[in-house]
């Protein structure tokens, strides 16, 4: 009811960070860069920008604030244009990949890292700001840790360019350390007892006992809201299903009044309108229970959390050598995190955690902090940047913590592999122009040889499906009527060409909304490829790179797939089993591939890329004929 009572300009007042406000002030003034640390929710990201804007910060320029993830920086650029009362992509606006929510007015910018990082490529000194404030640094995201050393040269370059650097956690002597002693301002912070309770013994299930544990608060504890760490979308969409069901069965099965309980998923994918409904209060007598990733850790602040449950889990992208390439992994958090996620149950009140793990393994199993990500991922796309900004030796970039020398010798390969590097590793005219486009360096490269081949129309509607989350809608309960309608759509040698398919279908019924529906097909997705695709051709113009049609025949476009998809070929080993053709992992044919149980397996695939789930499965795959290959990459197949 605080939200409910207090006007905006209240709520703003209450926050930490307004009782320091002067004095961060000042410390901007007389210094060009510094580090302010504060925990979550003590207003870093909604209020210092707009401290900076009322001081003047945006004479000669307009103020950026980064932040890793995509979600954060739509949703806090929306609170903080509703706080300034004006419309979101006025004053205030955000820019993430293929969405830009700015105007000709925006004086406070939110941006995801990789979107600034991206910007320096057109403007190194980025000129148009007056000041950027990396925001959530301890996250120590790829793009945030590329951008320090970028931005410390613009400090060094422009002298009337202010940099913070901004972290929820106290590490902040390793960023003024980097910056040469810069100094640091800690927000005092206001934060609750938070009773911590440890499983007794490791917890087999952690799904099942997270339910269990937030089944049991919402019957026998105190009032309060309910926030449940996992790992990722389909595991909160499987909780969040059997949090109702419990619900269900508990109505019908007393006659006692059961408290109400607003069960609400939160995780990057979720559409903005459903992720906007985390920050509304319940209604009166109802808990609200959310069930999120671990971007609820530091990047999104909810109020009324009086209940934290961590399961102890997370997930990570890791280079994964085996697979030769960045995958998605389940893996136990770091002891930093596990003491964030406590915090969030101390800020309304004293709180209680539930970690669903033993305390001799936060003790002795867990890491102190988590990897920097610039030391477990791919470098494939930061190579490329930093080739084009002319820095001729990676090894030799000012890295706060640098990558192994393996990893970038191993992204140097791959460039490499694609016809992005030469033979020494400088960039060539290909590499030039993949980095062009906010894409993956294998799906830059698919859009220009669809400019060799001449198919570019429709290899550049397929980049775009495969930019978007899969547009196949499968809702439970009517799994076989959507698989039936999935199935309609398949080109049997081809995931790639039947993502085409469903795109052509879909204009020749004139992009309807209702169309997608019939057709079991996420209407949204769609439209966000089309937008994708809007976006990449308005590239392409610039490069003055002219939109060529193959017509009917689509062989010539699962050529093309293949040769920028070569190092991601694989040959046939049984029946629904290939294996690459260069490092010999095993890669299965997935059952929603439309190439799987139609009587047809060829020898030879390519595909976009490996999932790993219970096994290693290819994701969209394509036929290939064997002297595609042999014309394209002849040293994989000393078969
Ligand atoms: P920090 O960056 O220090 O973690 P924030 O500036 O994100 O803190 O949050 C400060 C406060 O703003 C939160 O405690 C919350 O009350 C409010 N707030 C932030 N985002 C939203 C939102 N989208 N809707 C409602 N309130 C919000
Ligand atoms: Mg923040």
């Given amino acids: 009811d605080f939200t409910k009572s207090k006007t905006i300009s209240q709520q703003r007042q209450n ?24 925990e979550t929710g003590s207003g870093k990201t909604t209020q210092l920008t707009q401290y900076l804007y009322e001081y003047g910060y945006t004479v000669n320029g307009i103020i950026g604030c980064t932040q890793p993830r995509r979600v954060a920086a739509m949703s806090v650029a929306k609170r903080v244009s509703e706080e300034m009362e004006t419309e979101l992509g006025d004053k205030v606006g955000y820019a993430i990949r293929f969405e830009d929510a700015t105007g000709p007015s925006t004086v406070i910018k939110y941006m995801t890292d990789g979107v600034l990082l991206r910007e320096t490529l057109k403007d190194p000194d980025l000129e148009k700001y007056s000041i950027i404030l990396m925001d959530e640094a301890h996250e120590r995201s790829l793009d945030t840790d590329v951008l320090f050393g970028i931005l410390k040269k613009v400090v060094a370059r422009r002298r009337d360019f202010k940099l913070i650097v901004t972290s929820a956690t106290l590490n902040g002597e390793k960023f003024s350390n980097f910056f040469g002693g810069i100094p640091i301002f800690h927000i005092p912070g206001r934060t609750f007892r938070v009773q911590i309770c440890y499983s007794k013994t490791p917890c087999e299930d952690y799904v099942e006992a997270a339910i269990k544990q937030a089944m049991t608060i919402h019957i026998t504890g105190a009032p309060g809201d309910i926030l449940i760490f996992l790992t990722g979308q389909d595991e909160i969409e499987a909780t969040c299903y059997a949090l109702s069901e419990r619900m269900e069965q508990l109505i019908s099965s007393t006659k006692q009044p059961v408290p109400k309980l607003l069960i609400l998923p939160i995780y990057s994918q979720l559409p903005a309108d459903l992720q906007a409904k985390i920050f509304q209060k319940a209604e009166d007598g109802a808990r609200k229970c959310i069930v999120a990733t671990n971007i609820a850790e530091t990047s999104l602040t909810i109020d009324g959390i009086f209940y934290v449950i961590d399961t102890g889990y997370g997930k990570m992208k890791v280079y994964n050598p085996r697979m030769g390439m960045d995958a998605l992994q389940v893996f136990p958090i770091s002891r930093a995190s596990a003491d964030q ?18 305390k001799n393994a936060y003790e002795n199993e867990m890491l102190q902090s988590p990897v920097p990500e610039i030391q477990r991922t791919n470098l494939g796309n930061v190579v490329l940047l930093l080739k084009s900004l002319k820095i001729q030796n990676l090894l030799d970039f000012d890295f706060m913590d640098p990558p192994p020398q393996d990893n970038i010798l191993n992204s140097m390969y ?22 062009k486009f906010p894409l993956d360096p294998a799906l830059a490269k698919l859009l220009l040889m669809g400019e060799q081949l001449e198919c570019l129309n429709e290899v550049l509607t397929i980049v775009s499906m495969l930019s978007v989350p899969s547009v196949f809608f499968r809702p439970k309960d009517r799994e076989a009527e959507s698989d039936a309608a999935r199935e309609k759509f398949f080109v049997p040698e081809s995931d790639h060409l039947t993502l085409l398919n469903v795109y052509q279908q879909w204009k020749a019924n004139e992009y309807r909304g209702d169309w997608c529906t019939d057709h079991f097909l996420q209407v949204k997705g769609l439209y966000k490829a089309r937008e994708v695709r809007s976006q990449l051709l308005d590239i392409l113009k610039t490069l003055k790179i002219p939109l060529t049609y193959c017509g009917p025949d689509w062989d010539v476009v699962r050529k093309t797939i293949c040769s920028a998809y070569f190092h991601n070929a694989a040959m046939l080993k049984g029946i629904g089993e290939y294996v690459n053709c260069r490092n010999r992992m095993p890669c299965n044919l997935h059952p929603t591939s439309a190439l799987y149980g139609l009587g047809y397996t060829p020898d030879y695939v390519v595909y976009h890329e490996a999932i790993l789930t219970t096994k290693e499965y290819m994701q969209c795959v394509t036929a290939v004929e064997p002297h595609w290959l042999a014309e394209l990459g002849p040293m994989f197949f000393s078969v």
């Fill in 414 to 435: 791959q460039l490499w592999l694609l016809g992005a590097l030469n033979d020494v590793g400088d960039l060539m005219d290909l590499g030039r122009k993949m980095v």
């Fill in 341 to 358: 996620r406590a915090g969030r149950a101390g800020r309304t009140g004293p709180g209680t955690c539930y970690r669903l793990y033993t």
């Fill in 15 to 38: 926050l930490p960070i307004f009782s320091v406000r002067d004095e961060l002030l000042q410390v901007v003034r007389e210094n060009q860069v510094v580090v302010i640390i504060g």
